[in-house]
């Protein structure tokens, strides 16, 4: 885990919103590497067992306000479990949260993209970040630019309070270099607790990245599908 606590020393709480970005639960998909974007695949068991111990985690914390999460199954099942454990808060669901549109890879085995559907593979491989994915997917400035929106705005509706926000890995990649453009992510594992703190508008801190301690006692990716930016896998992490 990456902790940049003394990047925030000295600011009140009253001054940013804290938001927790979780990654979603494991699903089938993700431990077979088949590329899912936007397709709503469901938790698998282990999942389930990650969603259930972030939640345990984040209910021994500070107290959450809200839970925000993607529309698809895989982060709605991993909020709610988050909500239940932390009093029945309240689940609002933000299609703005979803992964990012693969194209026609959508579904596709990550061994097998490339000679399937080249075209679409080369454009999801491609540097340049406004190359959009044949078959309907986005390109990475698009995916840029509708989830740093959304954490915009969930933060300046939340200033002094901690908020949980279920996504993706390919969303938390692109926060990521939101907040530390000149950094790498590196790996996004499933039910990773990552927090930002959001203050004067537009000032984005990363408070701690890729914390996994709380999945201990629980199976999970390690790799988790993820990776730093140079790898294929930083870009399908689900």
């Not at 001054?15 to 077979?32: F, K, Q």
């Not at 068991?45 to 895989?74: P, T, W």
């Not at 537009?202 to 140079?230: A, C, M, P």
């Amino acid at each position: 885990m990456a902790d940049f606590d003394s990047r925030i020393s000295g600011t009140k709480e009253s001054e940013y919103a804290e938001i927790v970005v979780i990654r979603h639960g494991e699903t089938e998909w993700n431990a077979s590497k088949r590329l899912q974007g936007q397709l709503d695949v469901e938790l698998n068991d282990v999942g389930r067992q990650q969603a259930a111990a972030v939640g345990h985690r984040l209910s021994m914390e500070r107290k959450i306000s809200v839970v925000y999460s993607s529309d698809l199954r895989r982060a709605i099942d991993t909020a709610e479990k988050i909500a239940s454990s932390c009093g029945g808060v309240e689940v609002s669901k933000d299609p703005d949260l979803r992964e990012r549109h693969l194209g026609d890879l959508q579904g596709l085995l990550l061994h097998e993209a490339a000679k399937i559907s080249p075209k679409a593979y080369r454009a999801l491989l491609s540097r340049r970040t406004d190359q959009e994915i044949p078959g309907g997917g986005e390109s990475f400035v698009q995916l840029y630019d509708r989830c740093t929106s959304a954490l915009e705005r969930i933060g300046s509706k939340h200033i002094g309070e901690r908020v949980v926000m279920v996504t993706h890995g390919g969303v938390l990649r692109a926060l990521y270099v939101r907040a530390s453009p000149t950094e790498q992510p590196g790996s996004v594992l499933n039910a990773s607790v990552n927090i930002f703190h959001l203050s004067d508008g537009d000032i984005w801190t990363i408070k701690s990245w890729g914390d996994v301690s709380h999945l201990n006692q629980t199976e999970y990716l390690q790799s988790g599908f993820g990776g730093d930016r140079t790898s294929v896998n930083a870009l399908l992490a689900g």
